[in-house]
T-cell receptor, first 116, second 114 residues
């Protein structure tokens, strides 16, 4: 069973609404990734953190996406104003390391967002 | 263009048969890793096995093994004695230095029938 905990499992939002997803990484893993997986199985990297600091991020889709990993709190990914094209499975993954070569990623079950 | 290519979108097998899934990739790095994951119907990605580029020996883990052809930049996942619980979508993923995590293929959906 996954030790990366993602909540909620499902979100249904109307266009323009906020959508917020949370992730608790596996204990002892300082690196956290967020991916978007669309219905065609395409994985899109969104952002990664090492502890609370952003390592890399894409141009966060016209600034509608924001993410943080505060200390002693779950990491979160928020879409400020949801669009139909944001409908996807959002996967959080954690890792012991990053850099020379990313090690094994441990994934949560994902948060499935449907934007009506 | 896809940097990780899985040409078989679907596959099927009978219980007990061997299943081979193919993957090819593009990289200019000397040091990299190839991972295989199975995605369950719940969405969870389960790690199966990985192959480091510097290791010429094909990796094995339980019923999973790989056939690594480094010069062709291809790698196959072999599942021996397949079981219905092996059904799911299998993803090949490339890990390179300082990259944005893993680069995934589009997956191969496998069904194992009793």
């Amino acid at each position: 069973n996954s030790k990366v905990i993602q909540t909620p499992r499902y979100l249904v939002k109307g266009q323009g609404q906020k959508a917020k997803m949370r992730c608790i990484p596996e204990k002892g893993h300082p690196v956290v990734f967020w991916y978007q997986q669309n219905k065609n199985n395409e994985f899109k990297f969104l952002i990664n953190f090492q502890n609370q600091e952003v390592l890399q991020q894409i141009d966060m889709t016209e600034k509608r996406f924001s993410a943080e990993c505060p200390s002693n709190s779950p990491c979160s990914l928020e879409i400020q104003s949801s669009e139909a094209g944001d409908s996807a499975l959002y996967l959080c993954a954690s890792s012991r390391d990053w850099g020379v070569a990313t090690g094994q990623l441990y994934f949560g079950e994902g948060s499935k967002l449907t934007v009506l | 263009a896809q940097r990780v290519t899985q040409v078989q979108p679907t596959g099927s097998s009978q219980w007990g048969e061997e299943v081979t899934l193919d993957c090819s990739y593009e990289t200019s790095e000397y040091f990299y890793r190839i991972f295989w994951y199975r995605q369950l119907f719940s969405g969870e990605m389960v790690f199966l096995i990985y192959q480091p580029s510097f290791d010429t020996q094909n990796q094995r883990s339980g019923r999973y093994s790989v056939v690594f052809q480094k010069s062709f930049k291809s790698i196959s996942l072999v599942i021996s004695a397949s079981q219905p619980e092996d059904s799911g979508t299998y993803f090949c993923a490339l890990s390179e230095p300082l990259a944005q995590g893993l680069t995934f293929g589009l997956g191969t959906r496998v069904s194992v029938f009793p």
